[in-house]
């Protein structure tokens, strides 16, 4: 195996601080000695990420509009955490429920994932959630507009392997 | 299925600009009419990823540094583009033969994918490269300092089964 060396970070600073959008500019220095002084980091939470099951081996999506690409999509339930104020699996259990209204028994670690490794600094955290069931109704923060959406297990398989 | 609604975006600027880094702020308008002034979307061009396999039933991985996370990872090869100036097949192409040194008789696209869908506006464009043998040298940026590791298909789909 080559030896792959990091980067020497000789700097770094908040060159945009918003509550809601943080970038990082580093002056870094490759293995090489060579020195780069605008290298934009995009500082963000990490995400859990539940694929809920219920006991008919269906799987609960969150249907909502999506910013960021302008479309409406089909998604499995997550949303953005602190790892210092919360454990991923406990964010996990609450997206969940706030964006559904469905709990689990228990969530299983699935993986934890890479978002975009280049340019973001945070994780995805992966759960399995068997067994959920209907608790309550959703609790949606004013920008959602969520719809709930079950899938048997086999549909979505079937979906998946046409493409 | 419930209408789901876009967001109506009433003012969008750029509030940060560098050929590296874009920050757009929308000021949007909720379906239910409330106004949110500030949401971020990192802009970003699209990313062309490759699963190449040699004749020999191998994988080429591509092993380095990437500073958002400050990990060494091995991935698979990709890279940007710009959508309006190449197409995916051209860059998927490009990133391998530039990235390790190996070209394909043709490629098949398997799939487009949202990258984070919520804050970027970029997507993902995968291609499958059967029969890849290598034909030069790697091409490199000064930031690129890439190993080239060739993994049986068998023992990848192993290791993803183990977790």
Redesign the interface.
């Known amino acids: 195996?080559?030896e792959?060396?990091?980067?020497n970070i000789l700097q770094s600073r908040l060159?945009?601080d918003?509550p809601?959008?943080q970038?990082r500019q580093?002056e870094?220095q490759?293995?090489?000695g060579?020195v780069?002084d605008?290298?934009?980091?995009?500082i963000?939470p990490d995400v859990a990420l539940v694929l809920p099951i219920t006991q008919a081996q269906e799987i609960v999506f969150v249907?909502?509009?999506?910013?960021?690409?302008?479309?409406?999509?089909l998604?499995l339930p997550a949303g953005h955490f602190y790892p210092e104020r919360e454990t991923g699996a406990s964010a996990a259990a609450r997206e969940l429920r706030e964006e559904t209204g469905y709990v689990a028994p228990q969530l299983i670690k699935?993986?934890t994932l890479?978002?975009?490794?280049?340019?973001?600094?945070n994780?995805i955290h992966v759960f399995l959630a068997e067994n959920v069931a209907k608790f309550c109704e959703q609790q949606l923060d004013?920008?959602e507009?969520i719809?709930v959406?079950l899938i048997p297990v086999a549909e979505v398989m079937q979906r998946i392997f046409k493409?």
């Open positions: 195996m080559k792959i060396q990091k980067w060159v945009f918003n809601w959008c970038v580093d870094i490759l293995p090489n060579q780069i605008d290298y934009f980091i995009t963000r249907r909502q509009y999506r910013h960021g690409v302008g479309e409406i999509l998604e699935l993986a890479y978002d975009n490794p280049v340019k973001d600094t994780l004013i920008t507009d719809e959406v493409g």
